[in-house]
């Protein structure tokens, strides 16, 4: 296992394709997720806490698009039953080889079992704590209440579901606003005008961003009670949907 390296994947001009979760992906993805992310390092320890919170004895604790594993390692940190599952559910082979390597090296006694699945169609059930940190965007937007619903009723009655995303703004000026301040986090991390550009076309078709009012009103028509926002930072943030006790 090569060590995780910089991200350089659109340095070079290059002709326009979708992006995709592939090798090259996986080696710099530790890099990339944290120079392109604003909150990305505060909100995975914060999992941890969360799920320390909401956690029930017994139950399932579920990782939806793990990536390499970085939430997975903040729930498994933060959960204190030893009879929990601990799973983590990714569908790109490079990520999920790459996770069982960091799941590995990390010495918690609690076991991870990683699925390489499709999160609309892996099991789900008795769970008290659901992670979909910057996965959902990523799943066609007719999906997304389906998805939702299955989560909701696999959840406990007091078990949450923390959904990170990027979002979009119904005003213009606050979307251009929030858009110029994520594209200057970029640029203070070390991303030139063409990689910023050219990830944003990679993006444009794959990463689709939807309003908070959008996800508040479909977590409560998915069936999640208290739906918050804990989190934001410029177009990034981090929501916690309770389900009625
Ligand atoms: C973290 N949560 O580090 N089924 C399974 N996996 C999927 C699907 C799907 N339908 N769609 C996308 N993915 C992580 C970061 S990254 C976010 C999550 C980002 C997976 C995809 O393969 C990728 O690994 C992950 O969701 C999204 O806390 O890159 O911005």
């Given at each position: 296992m090569t060590r995780p390296e910089t991200d350089r994947l659109f340095a070079q001009a290059q002709p326009q394709s979708d992006f995709r979760f592939d090798s090259a992906v996986a080696r710099v993805f530790p890099d990339m997720i944290r120079r392109s992310v604003p909150g990305y390092t505060t909100i995975v320890p914060m999992i941890g806490i969360i799920t320390e919170q909401f956690a029930q004895p017994g139950s399932h604790c579920y990782d939806l698009?793990?990536?390499?594993?970085a939430s997975t390692l903040a729930m498994r940190h933060g959960?204190?039953?030893?009879?929990c599952a601990l799973i983590g559910v990714d569908n790109s082979a490079a990520m999920i080889e790459r996770c069982e390597h960091y799941i590995a090296l990390d010495d918690h006694p609690l076991p991870v079992s990683l699925r390489c699945e499709d999160i609309l169609t892996t099991d789900l059930s008795d769970a008290s704590v659901t992670t979909l940190n910057f996965t959902l965007?990523?799943?066609q937007p007719a999906e997304r209440l389906p998805l939702l619903q299955r989560i909701a009723d696999a959840t406990r009655p007091g078990g949450v579901l923390i959904l990170s995303e990027k979002v979009r703004f119904e005003s213009a000026s606050e979307q251009d606003i929030q858009t110029h301040l994520h594209h200057e986090f970029k640029r203070a991390n070390g991303y030139s005008d063409l990689e910023i550009s050219q990830k944003r076309s990679a993006l444009e078709q794959v990463l689709i961003p939807e309003t908070i009012a959008d996800h508040r009103e479909r977590l409560t028509a998915a069936g999640f009670g208290e739906v918050t926002v804990w989190y934001q930072c410029f177009n990034f943030v981090s929501m916690l949907a309770i389900k009625a006790s």
């Open positions: 698009g793990c990536s390499l594993g959960l204190r039953f030893e009879d965007q990523f799943v």
